[in-house]
């Protein structure tokens, strides 16, 4: 049995094999083929790993055979036995577990990637949900530690992007591609896939000879060494080169260059359909149109029954193109109303853009409904296609019946403040407009807006409610409106969910729905409706509507912020910043969007951009506590330390709350300066100040600091009596940095069979702890903590003998071992401690500490 288990396990190896060298050559027929043999035959001999693999290859293969259902029903089973083991031991109880997850970790990322990408083929790559799995994909590349990964979550962001007609956020997404550094764990060049989708938007905005430029370095990238699947890569270019050139007057692509590579009829349908819209391309620039109708209807047909929903969008607004080019409008127009409620339907804003602009009485068609004349260079027609032609804003629409007196009840609210007589009476005035009687529905929006800000306790809210909602009975089919008094009852459902337990979800979200339909253009409605869907945790929706709102609107506050903290809190910050950023280029005045993309930049170490967007913030708002700080901050990291001290002396103008960050980056400047005496003075200044006493800085804050400190003397000879006590504070407080531990371990000769564990260690502490150097602000309380070890050793034994040799300076009392966890991965590495990890309390103990950093 087990000689039968052998050659069974090695035909599928080769079956794998076979399927992977099909798909390098881009046979993709003949690679879905081998892949479902692969897991026919693994399934019947009960064998899970393979049949993974299976599911694995017909899943990263079936995008190319254009069917995306069958694509995501093996993402999706495949998907549902990464995360239950058990359904794995359905087909293999006797699974190896080892195995199992060394292949979770490999096939993770791309499982969820190849869901998101079949599921935005059939549903439109901006549809509900689809947002959502931007974050959701990264967070799994974190997990897995498949850094390299998150590239194709960017690139999948792009489309994402593109389909929300954004086309400033896909150039962003498509610059993390372009940043490839062959160096690290960054093996996957995807820059020839950047400069293509560049391209691309240069072909809808008119600009044939830039996207012939950008298709020329795309085509060259493609053949780096580490581009995975060359062949496919260089054909994807070429069928978008293809039209670049027809468009700009100059021959075909030569196809002759890559005849004997390219796939046979049948074997690539994604290749056939984008040459054949070539074709279709060729033939209507030739006035052939009949041909072009009929290689594009023939198309819309196939995609229509594979319901490939992504591709269908392109050849559909091409198919209407031919018919208007043709003088067949009312084909056309015919077409285009499938078109749109589809579009509609998937909030593919780009496609709805280009089918409007197709179907303007007075534009000149364009064969692939670019949004521009293809001739179109100026700016001016750039701007005409930009965002804020799209924006009315609330404040900007025509005078109404109601307009004098809204304006004099916001002038009352204003003056009433805190009296809650004169809001009770304001209130009353709002409550005597009948919303039957009521003419135009901005003035029952602004009504309904203003209503919030006098009402006082739930006694009034229950009395704005009923009339509130008389107001979407009058004009049920005024988006503003219904977005208002949807905001208004989420806000009155929240503040009291036993009193207004009639307001639903799930009406509310149909309001919110209702209010941002395709064709509506106001920001605020899409930012009420993100705010609604944030605080039901759908923040793949929630990012989704905001992200309409900021393309809507660039520059508002209350759009850009709740969107870039969005992000930053699905661990995005570089998504925040370029949303932060782009608001500033494009005129946002607002000082808080420049002090929080000064924050970000931070953050992501981008220092001289903090310089930038700090300088912005003094333009918009007078200097404040801590601004000239991170100035410093910054100039000392890019190496300006007569700039860093002299941005602390404005610093120290304001009250501080404490002067221990002054003091370290004081220091850190004197070092490099060579100020030895005064860097000596100031060093005592800063090992004498108690960490419990810094209540003005975060941990975060304090380590960043400590760390820079250790970092400006680490060529100081290791005896120096300043760094030995720096080092030894930095040990008793949990945040001694990994090089500290790293110079150690250098002093060790390589060793093989080396194992990384992490130990677990729980310290009882005794009545001198809060006198502590380790004591941090909130601990003085603390009776014991726990922490992690991370070390390299040969042994258990050895590993816990390192960590006891550091955590015995730590403390009079004895250390005890919790818990040891090995990677049974070996290495060839020099044995010692990794890192040493933060002390955390017991459940019974509480820490409080005062953010600033």
Known sequence: MSDDVDQIEQHLEQLDEKSEQFFQKCQIRSAMRTAREATRTAKSHGLAIHYMRGLFDQMRVGHGMLDPQATREASVELVLMLEDEEQARRIQPNLDEGHYHWLCSWMSTCAYDNLAEATAMMSGCNSPGMHACISEGIQVCRQTGKMECVKCFREYASDVYMAADDFDMVRHQCQSLLDYRKEGTDNKDRRWSGHHKIAKIHLLEGRVDQAIEELDTALKLTQAEDVYLKLRSQLLVAVTFDEANLLAGKPRFNWGTVEKDLPEQGEWPQLEMQRACGDALEAVLNNEFSTAIEILTEWDRRLTELNCLKEWFEVRLRLIAAYLLSNNRKRAEGLAKGLEASAAESQDFLTLRRLQRLLEPDSTVSPIAALNDLSAMAEEARSSADSTSEAPTEEEESETPLGDVLVEYMRRIMESGDDDDARTTLLQTFLSHNPQEIEDPQDASYLVHLSQFVVRGTEEALQVWPWAQGMIERFPDSPITVSVVAALGNYFRLADPTAFESVSVEQLETWFRLSTSPKV????????????????????????????????????????????DLYHQSDRPRDGLAILDLSLREGGDDPAIAWEA?????????YDSVLTYIDKFFELDEPQLWSHYYKALAHLHLGQHEESLNELELEKEFDLPGTFHISVVQLCNLIALQQDDAAEAVFEEVLETPLRSVNHLSLQGITRLLNQLWNSISDWPRDNPLRTRLEHNMLLAGLLTDEYFEELRQEADEQSEIHFYQVHVHQKLNESWPDSAGCLHGQDEWTEYDMDWGVLAKSEEQAINFVLKYQSQCCELPAEIVEVQVDENEYRERPGIVWQGMHWPQPDQSTSEESSE
């Open 598 to 606: 000064a924050m970000s930049a931070l953050q992501l170490e981008q």
């Open 521 to 564: 253009v106001h920001a605020k409605n899409f930012a009420r409706a993100a705010s609604f869907f944030f605080d039901e945790n759908d923040f793949g929706e929630a990012e989704r509507c905001y992200s309409r709102a900021f393309r809507l609107d660039r520059t508002d506050p209350s759009i850009v912020l709740p969107l870039a």
